[in-house]
């Protein structure tokens, strides 16, 4: 996933990000709200993780402005506000879960593997094309029910492709979803990643297709 924090706290940026990366994630950075309102504008992120105190625009206000342009994006709440009123209406505005700082680094990962798992729409998020099957939020996968290894760029493809089942996906999208702002993947570094994943995927009836001119799609394979 593309995850977008909005934090004005460094440590807890430094901290919050780290982990996310360590999990295979890209991550992006903001420490004002207005930074975050304009970011968001671009839809590129499938998840934010919101302070509420921020600078430039309260982080409720950055929510409503999200909610209001019509975006489903789920949102997870981090505040040091402990009042019952606060959480109640930043809930009410459309976020979808929230956690009072200071927090434990594994609950914060655990609410976010949760937000991931209800934004599929099923109680899991388990993928299973052909004999390979996918935990999306626990970023394991497996052929036949033996565990298959994959770097996390290998799994950050396959992820992005299975979580648009049937539908190709551009080359530019899959770049756009591996990537935060500072890091770089060349097309170069993205068909290596696709040409590693098919030789693990062989026989396990899934493959990755590419559709020439238009991108790639996971399918089930005919030749199993
Ligand atoms: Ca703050």
Redesign the pocket.
Known sequence: MRILIA???PAIAAAISDALRRGGHAVDHVASGAQADAALSDGAHDLLVL?L??PALDGSEVLQRLRQRGSGLPVLVIT?REDLHERVRVLDLGADDYLVKPFALAEFEARLRALQRRATGKGTSEVCIGRLRLDLPGRRAWIGGEPLELTAREFGVIEALASRPDRITHRDQLVEALCGWDQELTYNGLDIAIHRLRRKLQGSGANVRTVRGLGYLLEESAGG
Request: hydrophobic share 30%; glycine share 14%; net charge negative.
């Open positions: 934090e004005d706290d302070d105190g921020l040091a």
